[in-house]
């Protein structure tokens, strides 16, 4: 048994494949002189188009207002002019407005000074406003608008402030470097946070696989005296899921359906700290993030600094390109990312990784029945039987799937990874709780 | 004189047996009377009991519960029974029931098969079509045709509908009950009822822009009007960029329409025998 | 006998459904879904343990001392009948919440073989009245076994993919032919060798 | 209260007839019935003889697995019942002993053996084994003793199921003699 | 370039094992105990095994054609019909083997659904249906090869105690005794290596053992069935075991009964058969402990000396209700159930 | 002819209407078993039904079932009594079955669904098609069983002949968990899912 905490159940022990980028620096990316930036890059109501057809933008000139409350601005990453708006994919499957803009002009910051703000003196207020015009959205994965979570609704108080620096998917590395080589903007990012949300205690929670993060953090934390503990994690996949991360770090559950601050839970990843940084004392909303570009078919796999409505192409060319045909060729992580097929597909603020991978490393098998091995019961974090389940959804049973606990699924794809049958779980999932959506949806009509 | 004897005391102890119990059962059951609903019974004989919830009930008998009850004024809602279910339904309840209303039968708006529309990649998943949807809304450059994975046939509780060759379904019209479930199931909304007296059908679903569809599928329809304006009496209309027909006149003038369409994307309705055969 | 040896007669060795025969409708048709199952076997137990007394009572009571034992039959179906309807009555009035549980599957069981048949049998047997009620009890829980455990088969069989005209009942009985094949494990011997 | 009267009138009614055509019937079968029943075992138990009348049934209690007997007028046996415990519950076995105990014939009567295994018993010729035993020769009880052990393979328990009942018999005849 | 690339939901890579190369592993797992039967009870042997897999297989292919797919590769139905050969004795009459895979593939696997969907042991099933069909076939054992001579027949270690225990003697001690005085000596070496007269692949356990341990290595098959059977077993057979001998509580002879019989095939391989055992580790400990019970009691009491085949295909009987039972307990339902409170 | 012939395949009540299963899986061992079976249902659904169908004005509602009950047990009784006068073999390897016959649910189920119901003359073809679809649902089940399960058809002696067919090959070594209870389940579950594959054949419902 390891001697590092964990969340007890489910879970499984994927070949991380971190080697080929975690000792890599981060590189700045190239520019493609083409952005494609979509108007939704984030959970909630999709941007307001602030530009039109020939409009000739700045770089970080706001071009997608808020458009709800559950939203986040997005900003023009390059200075050029708007060629057109067309309707794109974006990886999730979704048909997303995005604006076309043709690189010319000048670069407001690109090797320019800029004087730091002192936060210090800024009230709340300031900050928090900061971070709602930056459009800053989680970078875990989920994308949720980071000014939303850390407004903390009336009477609620947040007790644990967890940083999700568990990076659990395989190959990623991006959080890792992101420690290593810009810790003192995450820990001042962190700080900015705590003065938002006076939290009780904060945790930083990282995966035992990279210790050299968690020595480097402890020490500067010591130094500086700051009120923070660093927590290193078994290594498990999906540590990183908020509700297990909170199990593993706070002992609590999340009950079914609810969100962390139930139990007094708030928390943000790596990532998302930095952006908090920058945004409140450079003012620099998100137009670039970390992107780990990795797999078995890169020629030189590295952790990218790229602006956002990158192509893909742009960025696996900045890496030597392909040293062989890939199979796949994924946004984020193998675990929960998205297969695209077209490489012009651009970066946005929620790309963490982009992997291509070959057929070896995917290990692929013709599908069979259930054998009913229990594995994925015995993988399934949520504590849910997905064989079960998927057999109510493939029967179209979709009450019976309901009922057995289909809305608790967070896709994590333990389930899936370790079913010795090749069964598309997660897709069944997927597909089930399209059709519930769909039922209720009906149902509330009628 | 033994026997005769024995035989009395049967006898005897036979009827009062039987008094016994007949006293007693025709109190209990004068206590207990279950009310038997004659109307239920009988709407439950006339409903084909398939039990397939075309009705939106659990079954043929929950229905018919719901009807003879009164909590149900909707008597034409057993589609699958037909005419002659409909007819004895409205005897039973002592209402007029109009059943001429035509039967109404499922049919695949989209000739897009693997030669003519363009697949935009190489899908591997599960063979369903509401699963496919969460990929990019399918594999087909297409988000409005047939993906053929055949979740509509997976749901026909009358094994109708079958899977083509070239990637499209075909449901045997003669066998379709008229339940509509494949059109509930059905993600891109390709599968529609028509009278099954129809004659010809616009076989495309897809609202995309005449020249993104021309891109996407040699055989869709592409919004060009001809059909509307030229034969404004043949029931044609196009919206959203899509040509849609309405069956209420018996135009001839459909057959002539079908032969100008650019798209040749208007199709006499009833399958011929050689594609149904194609059928696997 | 023993008890102990009618008790593993009747619920594994000569279980009514498995070995016998008797109760088959219901088996068949009762066993859709495991709750309506346990209601179905409950009901069952408890008719049969009081048949089994009352007919036990008349038999030995009246039929054979008046010498009428061919009127058996006629007699005993009258007595279950009339004892199905009675305990339905009872329960309703004494206990609604066992009214609601086992009430509608109590009128299924006049009909049902196997509460004649454990009646006939313990006549048969020669049992007294202690080792007819115990008989009764035992069929009546090899039934329930019987029955709880054809439901959960039959629904786990609802999601695989069984092929279309052995959906349903087919199913069923090949089911319960495989399980009366497992529950030849038990035969007479092996009791013998057990009670000595 | 009348209408009460009245079904219970009926039910009784029908009742009664019932009871009366059953009467009626079962006074004709019943002697027909007996009479067979009674033949059924007068020539089983002949069979069993040679020479000889069997006399009454007497019940034995306490004697195992022996539950009744037969004296023989006209020869020096005796003829024994037995309930032996087969693969398939109880099994009804009679017997003719001489008054050595030598076993004279042997027939199965009702059993629940199964068809094909245990019921080979039934035929002609399944008893020779034991037919000569008893006196002299002990009765073979255990499988290896037979000269034909695969004749009973697969049966084996019915085969020690009369086996070891006949074997029992024997002592018992030995130490009645002919002491009837 | 474009059309190349692979669509597909998340997760985007898979852990090493398919069904095709669980199968093809439990396979050849068994091999060596095969090979070990082949080589003690002769050639026959090997036909009796050929006879038993090409039946299943040819019979799942017949049935592929019905239902149009193709099934042949995962393995299953040749793990079903080598399982179905290890379970036949080497001299059984070939007739008995294709009925035991017929059986086996066409009624209780296919008819319900096919892999997967059938919820009794396929192999076991098959076997119990020929045994309780053909049961003088069934039970008729060659004995392991002298060199030179030809196959004899004689009966099982079990089968003779069986019959030895209806006259035992006294100053028997335990079973090894009592075969010496019916005339068959074994030691527990013939019993572990495999020198007794038996089914083809069920008399090694040596063999046995070693496939299973891979297999429970692997995490092929769950060490929460094996242990629970295995451990409930001797449990009982050391706690009972020796009332037979006339010798008390605690003085049954573990060894013995753990290296007779089918227990090592039935334990390792057949009642860890995933798909008609249950499906949590709970369920697992229960089935296992079921079985561990259901074989001491055919064993001792049973009216057939051997009762592993059929403890397992009973225990199947139990293992959907089992499974509704033990559901795995859902993340943060606890906490609902408090809060309502 | 049509209501006559209805009980065969249509309205099988064994295979279609699923009723009386317990005396079908528990007396089809031997074929004769079947053919005896057969004609103490048809006697019984014979007398009921007429009876039933002549009293059905005299029976007041309340008490239908008992009386029905005791028209059948009558019927039955003489069944059996007449059975183990006359036919001792056959009564003896029925067994308690005859006695059973008064709950065989199609007796009952005849009387209420259409003796009760229709006129004598109905009444009386009713009788006879379910019987008759009784007798060849149960005669089916007994003759698969038997020639797998014992290689042999069991009918009645007849002068020189014994009543025994033996079907060579199986008579030496039967499939003999046929003729136990597990075999009655396989073989009524597959004739089952054969009735529903001709029944559902379109244009096939007319037989
Ligand atoms: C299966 C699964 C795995 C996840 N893994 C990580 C992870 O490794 N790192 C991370 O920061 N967030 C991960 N997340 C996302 C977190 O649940 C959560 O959304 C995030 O930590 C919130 O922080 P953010 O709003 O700053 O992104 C994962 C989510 C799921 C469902
Ligand atoms: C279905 C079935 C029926 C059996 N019927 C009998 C039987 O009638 N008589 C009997 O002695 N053993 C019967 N047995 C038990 C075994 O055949 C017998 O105990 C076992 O094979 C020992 O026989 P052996 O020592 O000759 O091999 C039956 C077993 C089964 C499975
Ligand atoms: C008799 C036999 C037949 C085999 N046939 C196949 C086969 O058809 N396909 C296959 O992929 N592997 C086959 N194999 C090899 C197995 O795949 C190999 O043992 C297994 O894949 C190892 O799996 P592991 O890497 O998970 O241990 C066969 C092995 C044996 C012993
Ligand atoms: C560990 C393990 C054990 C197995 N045991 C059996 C078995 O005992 N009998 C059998 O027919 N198939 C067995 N199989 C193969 C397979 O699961 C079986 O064919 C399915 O039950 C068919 O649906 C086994 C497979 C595995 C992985
Ligand atoms: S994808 Fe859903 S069901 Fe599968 S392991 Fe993850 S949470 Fe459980
Ligand atoms: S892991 Fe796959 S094969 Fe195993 S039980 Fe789950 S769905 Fe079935
Ligand atoms: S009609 Fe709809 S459900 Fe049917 S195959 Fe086509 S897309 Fe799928
Ligand atoms: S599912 Fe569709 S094709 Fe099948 S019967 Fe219903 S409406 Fe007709
Ligand atoms: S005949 Fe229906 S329960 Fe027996």
Known sequence: MSRFRTFPKGGIHPQDYKEATCNKEIQNASLSSIAVVPLSQHIGAPCECLVKKGDLVEEEQVIGKAGGFVSANIHSPVPGEVKEIKKIFLPNGIAVDAVVIEMQGEFKRLGKETTPADWNSMSNEEIAAKISEMGIVGQGGATFPTHVKLSLPKGKVCETFIINAVECEPYLTSDHRVMLEKADEVLEGIKIVQRLLNPGKTVIGIEANKMDAVEHLQSL?????????????????????????????????????????????????????????????FSKPVIERIVTVSGGAIKNPSNLKARVGTSF????????????????????????????????????????????????????????????????ISACPMGLNPTKIYKYVDFNMSDEAAAAGLMDCVECGSCSFMCPAHIPLVQGFRGGKKVIRKNSMKKAGK | MDQVLRIFWGFLSTVLFGGLLGTGLAIASRKLKVEKDETVEALEGAFPGLNCGACGYAGCGSYAEAVAAGTDEDLTKCKPGGADTLEQVGSIMGVEVDTNAARMVARVHCIGGSEEAVRSFNYQGISDCTAATVLFNGDKACKYGCLGLGSCAGVCPVNAISKTDNGLVVVDQDLCISCGKCVDICPTGVMRMIPESADFIVACNSRDKGKDTKANCKVGCIGCRICEKKFPDAGYKVEDNLSFLSYDSKDPGRAEAAAKCPAKCIIPNKVKAEEASNAG | MSYFAILITYVFISNLILAQFLGLCPFIGVSKNVESAVGMGFAVTFVMSIASLVTWALYHFILLPL?????????????????????????????????????????????????????????????????????????????????????????????????????????????????????????????????? | MTDTMEKAGKLALICALSALLLGVVNSVTEPIIAIRKAAELKAALENLLETGTPGPREDLEDEGTIKARYSVTGADAWILEFIGMGYGGDMKVLASYDFNGEIQDVVLMDNAETPGLGKKAEADGYMDKFIGTGGTTPVPVTKNELEAPDEVSGATITFAGIAAPLKEGSAYVKALGDDK | MKDKLVISSSPQFHHPQSTASIMWTVSACLLPAGIWGIYI??????????????????????????????????????????LIGFN????????????????????????????????????????????????????????PRVPGADAVTGPTPLGSIKVGLSSITEGINGPLDLLAAEGVPVTYTDLFLGRVPGSIGEVSALLLIVGGLYLLIRKIANWEIVVSYLGSFALLVWLFGGFRYGQGLFAGDVLFHLFSGGLMLGALFMATDMVTSPLTSKGMLIYGVGCGFMTYLLRFFGSVPEGVSLAIIFMNIFVPLINRAFQPEKFGLVKEEEASK | MRELTKGFIKENPIFILMLGLCPALAVSTQVVNALGMSAGVIFVLLGSNIMVSLLKNFIPDEIHIPVYIVIIATFVTLVDLLMQAYAPALSRSLGVFVQLIVVNCIILGRAEAFASKNGVKDSIMDALSMGLGFFFGLTLIALIREVLGAGTITLFPMGNFNGVIEVPGLVQAPVRIISLSAGALFVVGYLKAMFNWISSRPGKEEI
Do not use: H
Request: one cysteine or more; aromatic letters at 8%.
């Open chain 1, 313 to 376: 192409r742009t960025l696996i060319e900045d890496c030597g390109g392909f040293s062989e045909e890939p199979v796949k060729v994924i946004a984020g992580g193998p675990m929960m990312g998205f297969t695209v097929y077209d490489l012009d597909t651009p970066v946005t603020k929620g790309t963490s990784g982009i992997l291509a991978l070959t057929a070896k490393e995917i290990k692929a098998a013709k599908p069979t029945a259930c054998l009913s091995c229990g594995r994925c």
């Open chain 1, 221 to 281: 934390i010591s130094t500086k005296g700051y009120d923070m503990e660093v927590m290193p994690l078994e290594v498990k996949y999906p540590q990183g899921a908020e509700k297990n991360l909170i199990k593993a770090v706070t002992g609590k559950e999340v009950p079914s359906g609810q969100l962390p601050l139930e139990v007094g839970v708030i928390n943000a990843n790596v990532g998302t700290c930095l952006s908090i940084y920058e945004a409140v004392v």
């Open chain 5, 41 to 82: 009870f002769g050639l026959r042997s090997l036909l009796v095994l050929a006879a038993a897999i090409i039946s299943a297989v040819a019979t799942e292919a017949l049935l592929n054609k019905i239902k149009g797919e193709n099934t042949i590769a995962d393995g299953s139905a040749f793990l079903t019909g080598l």
């Open chain 3, 67 to 196: 010498g009428l034992t061919y009127l058996q039959t006629i007699v005993f179906i009258l007595t279950i009948a009339s004892l199905v309807q009675l305990v339905e009555m009872v329960v309703q009035k004494y206990s609604p919440v066992l009214y609601k549980a086992l009430g509608i599957y109590l009128p299924l069981i006049t009909t049902n073989c196997a509460v004649m048949g454990i009646a006939l049998i313990n006549i048969q047997s020669g049992y007294n009245v202690l080792e007819s009620f115990t008989a009764g009890i035992a069929a009546g829980i090899g039934f329930l076994l019987a029955i709880v455990l054809m439901s959960a088969i039959r629904v786990q069989m609802e999601t695989e993919k069984v092929p279309r005209f052995l959906k349903g009942a087919p199913i069923a009985f090949i089911s319960g032919g495989l399980m009366a094949m497992a529950f030849m494990a038990f035969d007479k011997a092996l009791l013998n060798n057990l009670v000595g």
């Open chain 5, 88 to 143: 036949m004795p080497p001299a059984v009459p070939l007739y008995v083997v294709v009925v035991a895979s017929f059986f086996a593939i066409a009624v209780v696997k296919w008819t319900f659904g096919g892999l997967g969907g059938n919820w009794m042991n396929p192999a076991l099933a098959g076997r119990v249906f020929v045994f309780f069909s053909w049961t003088g076939g069934m039970t008729t054992w060659t004995l």
